[in-house]
C-alpha cells in the first residue's frame, strides 16, 4: 500500500511568523512529505494569507494543497480562486465547508455544504485537482446524529472526492469503526488519520472542546496533573501519540496528516519514532 503523509501550517499573520514558518517548513521539507496542506480562515478571513502562503511554497518546488471553504463565499469567487490555482499549476485542494466568522449571523454564501463545493470543482475544473474532504470519527459536533453525518461524508465522496482527512483524535476505535461504516455505505476512498501531536495542554483542550475531538479522560488528567511543566506535558504527548500512530498504521492506515500548528520539533520526533521514510 502507497501510504499518504502530509504536514499542515496555518497562513501566518505576521512577517516574524512568515520567517518562523520558513524555518519549520525547511525542516519539514528534508521528510519529503506527499504534501503541505495551508488552512483558510473562517468565512474565508484568511483567503489572501492562503493564497499567498501556498504560491510561497509552491514556489520552492514542493507539493501544496490550499484549503478551501465554501461558507462566506460566492460561487464567482471560488471559481476565480480555483482558476489562480490551476494557472499556477497547483493539483491538489482540500475541499471544506469551513465556519462563519463568530458572530456573523448572515452571508453564510451561496453554497451551504462541502459536496456542493466538490460539485463546484469538477463540473468548473474537471479531473485537474486532487480534492481532499474531512472526514470526523468522533463525528461533527453540529451533525444532528451519527448516522447523518455518515451520510455527509458519503455524500461528499460521492461528489467527486478522491481521499479524505480527519479532525484529530486519540481514540483508534472511533477511527476504525467509522472507516468500517463508510465502507459498509461503499465509500472506497482512503481516510487519512489526522494526528495533533501534544505540547501544549490548555491550547489542546480549548481547540478539543471547539470542535468536537475527544481528549480520554485519562490523558486529559494526566496532562493537567503536570501544570506548567511543559517538558513533562512534551515528553508524556509523544508517547501518547506515538503509540496511536503506531497502532493505526499497523491497523492499515492509508497515511498520516500531522497538524503541525507551524511547529517542527514535535512532528519531526513522531516521524523518528515512527521508523517513517524520508
Known sequence: MQRTYSFEFFPPKTPEGADK???VRAQLA?????????????GGSTREGTFNTVMEIHREGLPVAPHISCIGSTRASIVELLQRYRSAGVRRIVALRGDLPSGAGAGRGELAYANELVELI?????????????AYPEYHPQARSPAEDLRNFVRKVR??????????FYNADAYARFCE???????EVPIVPGIMPITNFAQLARFSDACGAEIPRWVRLKLASFGDDRESIRAFGLDVVTRLCERLLADGA????????????ATVELWRRLGLPR
Do not use: K
Open 181 to 187: 461504516e463508510a465502507r459498509r455505505l461503499g465509500c
Open 254 to 265: 492509508p497515511g498520516l496528516h500531522f497538524y503541525t500548528m507551524n511547529q517542527a520539533e
Open 122 to 134: 469538477r463540473a468548473e475544473t474537471g479531473d485537474w485537482f486532487r480534492i481532499e474532504v474531512a
Open 30 to 42: 528534508a521528510l519529503a512529505p506527499d504534501f503541505f496542506s495551508v488552512t483558510f480562515g473562517a
Open 21 to 23: 514558518l520558513r524555518a
Open 159 to 168: 461528489a467527486g472526492a478522491d481521499s479524505a482527512i480527519t479532525q484529530y
